[in-house]
Nanobody, 115 residues
Framework: VQLVESGGGLVQPGGSLRLSCAAS????????MTWYRQAPGKERELVAT????????NYADSVKGRFTISRDNAKNTVYLQMNSLKPEDTAVYYC?????????WGQGTQVTVSS
């Protein structure tokens, strides 16, 4: 099983990034996918989640209206489009595949929002 995040980097406040998470080794379209983030000195927090069929999405209040989660089951990939980025969005972003009781984690990608 592998989850490989990409697309992180350094961006100025107000900018955009698109994170990708490529999955392999399991039946991707049977799993809900979630993006989490962890800032230095803080606990990991849920950012956005999407159901296996992409019918349902949910977002943390702090990112609603700025971030969009999507998935392409044909490509076994989940995305996180991040717009209007703020310094407080700086964190390591992780994707996770969840189907109770199983959870698979990626290794994370760093997002830094700074001028």
């Amino acid at each position: 099983v592998q989850l490989v995040e990409s697309g992180g980097g350094l961006v100025q406040p107000g900018g955009s990034l698109r994170l990708s998470c490529a999955a392999s080794g399991f039946t991707f379209n049977n799993y809900a996918m979630t993006w989490y983030r962890q800032a230095p000195g803080k606990e990991r927090e849920l950012v956005a989640t999407i159901s296996s069929s992409a019918v349902t999405t949910n977002y943390a209040d702090s990112v609603k209206g700025r971030f969009t989660i999507s998935r392409d089951n044909a490509k076994n990939t989940v995305y996180l489009q991040m717009n209007s980025l703020k310094p407080e969005d700086t964190a390591v972003y992780y994707c996770a595949a969840r189907r109770f009781p199983v959870v698979y984690w990626g290794q994370g990608t760093q997002v830094t929002v700074s001028s």
